[in-house]
């Protein structure tokens, strides 16, 4: 059982109101998360001072959350808990102005608009090798470390960003 807490922002007749919503997902109740990726040309620019183009530190998040998904929901039997669903569309508009929303997963996913866990573990687009720095609590120092990164979305910057249609489709 996964319990997953979200804050939810309401209208309510004295202002925003804050609320909570709790739900469990189970094998026999699986949620359903959904990313809305902006794939627009506005995602070249730098995320922070990293130097990283936003589309690129967006696909490594979504990457990430994805990797370490995945490793949480994997018994020691190696069977994937299926919890929940993952949903990822992209959008921007093409050099006519018009929209492109849809499916973000590449590779056997593509086009697929819903995906399992046990499916986004069986499918992965490639793995990628980099250098990550990590903060070692023995030396309090952070060491850089290679890394193997698995890939299921690369990131894409073009268009523009049509977020009413991504909403709307």
Same mark, same amino acid.
């Given at each position: 059982?996964?319990?997953?807490?979200?804050?939810?922002?309401?209208?309510?007749?004295?202002?925003?109101?804050?609320?909570?919503?709790?739900?469990?997902?189970?094998?026999?109740?699986?949620?359903?998360?959904?990313?809305?990726?902006?794939?627009?040309?506005?995602?070249?620019?730098?995320?922070?001072?990293?130097?990283?183009?936003?589309?690129?530190?967006?696909?490594?998040?979504?990457?990430?959350?994805? *990797?370490? @998904?995945?490793?949480?929901?994997? +018994?020691?039997?190696? =069977?994937?808990?299926? %919890?929940? &669903?993952?949903?990822?569309? /992209?959008?921007?508009?093409?050099?006519?102005?018009?929209?492109?929303?849809?499916?973000?997963?590449?590779?056997?996913?593509?086009?697929?608009?819903?995906?399992?866990?046990?499916?986004?573990?069986?499918?992965?687009?490639?793995?990628?090798?980099?250098?990550?720095?990590?903060? *070692?609590? @023995?030396?309090?120092?952070?060491? +850089?470390?290679?890394? =193997?990164?698995?890939? %299921?979305? &690369?990131?894409?910057?073009? /268009?523009?960003?049509?977020?009413?249609?991504?909403?709307?489709?």
């Amino acid at each position: 059982v996964l319990e997953f807490q979200i804050a939810v922002f309401a209208n309510g007749a004295a202002g925003m109101v804050f609320r909570r919503y709790s739900v469990q997902m189970t094998r026999g109740t699986p949620g359903l998360f959904v990313f809305l990726l902006d794939q627009s040309y506005s995602m070249t620019d730098l995320f922070d001072r990293s130097g990283q183009p936003l589309s690129h530190a967006l696909a490594d998040m979504i990457n990430n959350w994805l *990797d370490e @998904t995945i490793t949480q929901a994997t +018994e020691d039997s190696g =069977e994937i808990k299926n %919890w929940f &669903d993952v949903s990822i569309i /992209g959008y921007r508009t093409d050099q006519n102005g018009d929209a492109l929303v849809g499916p973000a997963f590449q590779g056997a996913l593509a086009g697929r608009k819903r995906v399992s866990l046990p499916e986004l573990a069986e499918n992965i687009v490639r793995t990628d090798s980099r250098t990550e720095k990590f903060f *070692d609590p @023995t030396t309090g120092n952070f060491e +850089e470390m290679d890394v =193997e990164r698995p890939v %299921w979305i &690369d990131p894409v910057a073009e /268009g523009g960003s049509p977020l009413c249609h991504a909403l709307h489709d």
